[in-house]
């Protein structure tokens, strides 16, 4: 409505003006620098552009300040300043030959991971599920190893950071459900299916977003890690294991929401220093029976979560 009313003023001026003859050339100055200059009179920024004037007595204001809470109309762009912004480096440091060669070495490992895990699409989409199910987990390995390269050789960066992140989501957030999928093909009603996997790959986009924005816990993780869920599920159908397709489609259901809960679940690192006795256990049950043993192993986990929660909340 304002710029409409201006238009019309304008107009009438131009008619006045070769009338009588008395129009002048500020009358047709532009709608957005008219408004411009209303703006800079009512929040008195004329009076702070003189050169002897450097902050408003009455505002106790520099200029910038005032620029800072005058509204902006949706009118015109806002006025943006031209700054020099130089190409940001991918990698920081120091940027000798030895250290490209490392960084390279370790996107290497983040790159082979996201190409295992398109192989393990297209394998499954072949019917070879267990062949796709190595390859997932062989994406595993690929994973855990980026990282600890890039720390171990001080090439860890933000675009390394990145680029894990995403190749986590296509091989662990797309490439597993798919497998999972493909697995399922028989066994349960295709709609159960999808819905199992799908609720896999939502949740595993959501962790790992979480886990870009989040403070970092050098105990714990909150909510089963993508890699881990992605290796169980791996490992699952690489294996076989000899139960219902139903209860199948409840545990990848179950482990999906474990991914987005805030449940604590302990780091690699603090189960590898537990004590060597209670490792016993665990291998001499592979020895009798693999499924049975990795089965139990899971549930552990997955239970170990809400304990470590209840936990928590009875000692704080």
């Avoid at 699952?236 to 987005?260: E, N, R, S, Y």
Wanted: hydrophobic share 55%; aromatic share 6%.
């Amino acid at each position: 409505m304002r710029r409409s009313s201006t238009f019309a003023r304008q107009v009438l001026l131009v008619r006045v003006g070769r009338r009588d003859g008395d129009l002048h050339p500020g009358d047709l100055a532009p709608t957005e620098h008219r408004y411009a200059d209303r703006q800079r009179r009512r929040y008195g920024l004329d009076r702070l552009s003189r050169p002897t004037l450097g902050v408003d007595p009455t505002l106790g204001l520099d200029r910038a300040g005032v620029e800072a809470v005058m509204p902006v109309s949706p009118a015109m762009p806002p006025m943006m300043q031209a700054d020099e912004v130089g190409p940001i480096p991918l990698l920081p440091g120091e940027r000798t030959m030895a250290r490209r060669m490392k960084f390279g070495l370790v996107n290497a490992c983040t790159l082979a991971s996201l190409m295992l895990g398109m192989l393990a699409i297209f394998l499954a989409m072949q019917g070879e599920v267990r062949i796709a199910a190595l390859c997932l987990i062989a994406c595993v390995g690929f994973d855990g190893l980026d990282g600890a390269l890039a720390r171990r050789l001080g090439v860890a960066s933000p675009f390394g950071a990145q680029m894990d992140s995403l190749a986590d989501m296509c091989s662990f957030g797309l490439a597993a459900p798919v497998v999972v999928y493909a697995s399922l093909a028989g066994s349960v009603s295709t709609a159960a299916a999808a819905v199992a996997c799908a609720l896999v790959a939502a949740c595993a986009a959501i962790r790992l977003a979480r886990f870009n924005v989040s403070p970092k816990d050098g105990r714990f993780f909150c909510g089963v890690p993508t890699t881990m869920a992605a290796a169980v599920l791996a490992v699952t159908v690489a294996i076989g294991l000899p139960v219902p397709g139903a209860v199948l489609v409840a545990g990848v259901a179950l482990l999906a929401f474990a991914m987005v809960s805030s449940f604590p679940y302990a780091k690699l690192a603090r189960l590898v220093k537990l004590p060597p006795w209670l490792w016993l256990a665990p291998v001499i049950g592979a020895l009798v029976d693999i499924r049975l043993t990795f089965a139990l192993i899971v549930v552990g986990y997955l239970v170990s979560g809400p304990v470590l929660w209840l936990r928590q909340r009875r000692t704080a």
